[in-house]
Nanobody
Framework: QVQLVESGGGWVQPGGSLRLSCAAS????????MGWYQQGPGKQRELVAN????????NYADSAKGRFTISRGDAKNTVYLQMNNLKPEDTAVYYC??????????WGQGTQVTVSS
């Protein structure tokens, strides 16, 4: 019943910034953790960052540390990924992910991020 709605992807020059948003709507899913995963061309989907909705602790991929910031919205069913100093290797489809306390997962449809000059 719950759906993850993503926005904020697009094209940007190297060194630019984007802010991705994800909001969960609906009922029947108790969100415990939300995050962003990326899947570049010819690569597996991998974690960029995630955050515990109630406690606020977060995790980052090494490639994201110092450039990306994940944060919770005022509502506990929203999460943002501020991406600064974007590089061509960040080009990927970015997927929002949500997990309940039993680690059941939901996925968004994905939003394309393209970094090129």
């Amino acid at each position: 019943q719950v759906q993850l709605v993503e926005s904020g992807g697009g094209w940007v020059q190297p060194g630019g910034s984007l802010r991705l948003s994800c909001a969960a709507s609906g009922s029947g899913f108790n969100i415990w953790n939300m995050g962003w995963y990326q899947q570049g061309p010819g690569k597996q989907r991998e974690l960029v960052a995630n955050i515990f909705i109630h406690g606020g602790g977060s995790n980052y991929a090494d490639s994201a540390k110092g450039r990306f910031t994940i944060s919770r919205g005022d509502a506990k069913n929203t999460v943002y990924l501020q991406m600064n100093n974007l590089k061509p290797e960040d080009t990927a489809v970015y997927y929002c992910n949500a997990r309940d306390p039993r680690n059941v997962e939901l996925w968004g449809q994905g939003t394309q991020v393209t970094v090129s000059s």
